[in-house]
């Protein structure tokens, strides 16, 4: 099984929300713990590139960081507005999807559809970082497929 991380925001308006993914668990030993820690930080960074939404904190089994609980200045960081993430499991192909809430402007898909383009250069990066860093469910590598803008309700 794999260890989750949970990343938490808060908007415009002082609305919370989060974002979990899966890393590889944490070995009985903690033998890997700096690695996991390095992959909180090296997430969390691609993640607030991606966002506009403030950060609170991130959480695996301990608390890993702690950030501000200020809203932020930015009128479009909504949690009402998202990308939905998907991705697929590398080995037995199963289906898994995230959201990252309050997307920057610049992620926005072209008038008339509502998915991010895969040749946005800072979704590019950011997909590189969530493939070398995230596992599935089932603690196998993952391969992003998509990223879709979605409202609140979806």
Same mark, same amino acid.
């Given at each position: 099984m794999a260890t989750a991380l949970t990343f938490n925001m808060i908007d415009h308006s002082g609305e919370k929300s989060r974002t979990k993914v899966y890393l590889e668990d944490v070995e009985s030993d903690g033998s890997n713990w700096d690695d996991i820690l390095t992959s909180e930080g090296l997430l969390r960074t691609a993640l607030y590139i991606t966002t506009d939404m403030a950060e609170v @904190?991130?959480?695996?089994s301990v608390s $890993?960081?702690? @950030?501000?609980a200020v809203p932020p200045a930015t009128e479009t960081a909504q949690r009402e507005i998202a990308i939905r993430v998907k991705y697929r499991d590398s080995t037995n192909g199963r289906y898994g999807h995230f959201t990252v809430p309050g997307p920057k402007t610049t992620f926005y898909p072209p008038t008339g559809s509502d998915v $991010?383009?895969? +040749?946005? $250069? !800072?979704?590019?990066?950011? !997909? &590189? &970082? %969530?493939?070398?860093? %995230? &596992?599935?469910? +089932? @603690?196998n590598a993952i391969e992003i497929v998509e990223g879709r803008l979605i409202g609140r309700s979806n």
């Open positions: @904190g991130s959480d695996l $890993v960081h702690t @950030g501000s $991010v383009p895969l +040749d946005n $250069v !800072i979704f590019q990066a950011f !997909i &590189v &970082v %969530l493939e070398a860093n %995230l &596992v599935s469910r +089932d @603690g």
